[in-house]
């Protein structure tokens, strides 16, 4: 749905600008956002490799094993439903510790992975578990230290100041994750 509002978008102002004959204005608009694009890649990348980079080395040192063991009391609360020892309390870590770092596209593949994890435990194959859900809840809203994406957005714009939203950002997300958890449980109660 949303390839379809877009391309319908990009449709729309072609045509109004051959109507306009504002054409060069479309072509400018294109080749600049390829260019930004591209610094933005640039800059990024590295960021996003070098946390990678840890990242992995964690998961293979079992470092993000040993985490999940001190992570468990508190993900028991959460996820009583996972057994104690289940892949999936690892791939959750993992996500957490990763998205906690700003690293939402890298925690991705460790999310998809929790996700399929859970599902084997689901009972229901066709309906989403409640751990599927809290973890979505957390996922979605999850506390960020240090948001490495935004501060690399701000380094590109040349920021006098770019990691001075740390403190804001962790702030709202500790308000949002605390909000979507007491609202899981409100529905999971509700709905039980």
Not at 45 to 59: D, E, Q, S, T
Not at 70 to 87: A, N, Q, R, S, T
């Amino acid at each position: 749905m949303i390839n379809k509002i877009w391309c319908s978008f990009i449709i729309i102002g072609i045509i109004f600008s051959l109507f306009t004959g504002r054409m060069d204005i479309i072509t400018s608009e294109i080749l600049k956002s390829s260019e930004t694009a591209l610094n933005m890649i640039v800059k990024i990348f590295p960021v996003m490799a070098l946390w990678l980079g840890i990242m992995n080395i964690a998961l293979k040192s079992g470092m993000l094993n040993k985490l999940s063991k001190l992570v468990y009391p508190v993900l028991k609360i959460i996820f009583p439903e996972i057994p104690k020892k289940h892949e999936s309390l690892g791939y959750i870590t993992t996500n957490i510790v990763m998205n906690v770092f700003g690293l939402g596209n890298a925690a991705t593949p460790f999310g998809l992975k929790a996700m399929k994890s859970l599902q084997e435990l689901n009972e229901k194959k066709d309906t989403a578990s409640r751990s599927m859900i809290t973890f979505l809840v957390i996922n979605t809203s999850g506390v960020t230290l240090v948001p490495t994406t935004v501060i690399s957005l701000r380094m590109l714009y040349n920021s006098v100041s770019p990691g001075g939203i740390m403190f804001g950002c962790i702030l709202v997300t500790i308000i949002s994750l605390t909000c979507g958890l007491i609202f899981d449980r409100i529905l999971w109660r509700i709905n039980k």
